[in-house]
């Protein structure tokens, strides 16, 4: 019998999953939270372990992901210029989008002012950690132990290893032909790897979304309003005009297109709050959906991921601002400066540091002479902003891989164009055995 039903898309069927996760989250908090067999069995117990096997599974793919398909990427080029011109592209566009997103956040913190009347006096006391420098950051992207670096997913050491790799295999004449075949293999059958996991996405937010919004304090979001609304705005400021007019005006094509199409990897951005962890999809997006090769691709997103805070950057000033006026101190141009010229190298002088946003931003408010406990009060209303934040960090990465791929051409726009471009691939069929035939049929 055959069935006229529209099988839902992935982008409805993960939307579906956040929007009933929220839902439930917000009955377990209000309704039964003093309901023990809820908050042990379900909130800690099914729905944790749910989320965090996502959030596993998601970054398993990771490191085999860079390596296989940088290596690929690497391997294919013709001449060491084109990757050369390639980095020098990819960094410029990073650093100049981040400094924009820091220029902005600090218009915004200054015009809206939302640490007027706030009283930061009783806020609780911050310990930073202490951030490399720029030299010991360029020393650490060299790896001793290429396998030592994978185990550690240090993705800096790994692109380094998979570029050197990548050219040795295209330097080897025959030898090194039989090598890339066998790792085009190797990438078709991760990204394969990707699609399934991203068919059992809906399952994984939607226990993310329920333990988050069962212990969100939506208290803490009250009392800083203000901050949480103008940095919020500033993000999606960024993300929805920053962004499309660079992506208008370096490629030509219809941003509406790309936003569209961007669907799956914000979606799967906010859930994790990671942008590694959404590594495979942005990935997936922008060879499969948009046509951008994956010669490009492969070295535009994890390094995107690893240097290209846009959000992060937005956070700064924003709490920059607010920081300056929560303890009535004024800030010169010379110092806006300073915190602009700050977020930006300390995007790339970070890379890698475990809770980078906080690192980053305790370096802002120390070259400016704020004080870091101001970061204390802060950090309550920050888990739903760093969802938003990392939302807006891998557009940017996508916007960036679009237009370098644009000017190198290599983007497939026919693909880009399709509305349905990469469906297929995304999903998973598995085959069924026939059943036997009898004797007397055959």
Sequence with gaps: MRTNSKKMSLTGRVLLGMSLG???????????????????YLVDGLLQVGGQIFIASLKMLVVPLIFV??????????????????GGKTLAFYLTTTAIAISLALLMGNLFQPGQGVDLTTASS?????????????????????????????????????????????LAGKPGERIAALFNDFNEVIMKLVAL????????????????????????????????????????????VTYTLMFKAFTGLSPFTFLKKMEDAVMFAFSTASSNATIPVTMETTTRRMGVDNRVSSFTVPLGATINMDGTAIMQGVATAFIAQAFNIDLSFNDYLMVILTATLASVGTAGV??????????????????????????????????????VNITGDAVVTCIVGKSEGAMDLTRFH???AGEKEEDIHFPREKPSQSPAES
């Excluded at 290596?71 to 990757?83: E, P």
């Excluded at 010991?136 to 800096?156: D, R």
């Excluded at 809906?202 to 304090?217: D, H, I």
């Design 69 to 86: 398909s940088l290596v690929c990427g690497t391997s294919s080029l013709k001449d060491l210029a084109t990757l050369g011109r390639l």
């Design 22 to 40: 929220i839902v439930v989250g917000f009955i377990f908090r209000t309704l039964l939270e003093d309901v023990p067999f809820v908050h042990d």
């Design 197 to 240: 996991l991203m068919n059992i996405a809906p399952y994984g937010v939607f226990c993310l979304m329920a333990q988050l919004f069962t212990s969100l304090g939506l208290d803490a979001i009250i009392n800083l309003m203000a901050y949480f609304l103008v940095l919020a705005g500033t993000l999606l400021l960024h993300a929805l």
């Design 354 to 391: 475990p809770g980078v946003g906080l690192v980053m931003l305790a370096m802002v408010l120390n070259q400016v002479g704020l004080p870091v406990e101001g970061i204390a009060l802060i950090i309550g209303v920050d888990r739903l902003l760093d969802m938003i934040r990392t939302a």
């Design 418 to 420: 399709d509305p349905h």
């Design 126 to 170: 911050f310990t930073a950690k202490e951030a490399p420098s720029l030299g010991e950051v360029i020393i650490g992207m060299f790896p001793t132990n290429p396998i030592n670096s994978m185990a550690q997913g240090n993705t800096l050491q790994i692109i380094v290893f998979a570029v050197l790799f990548g050219i040795a295999i295209s």
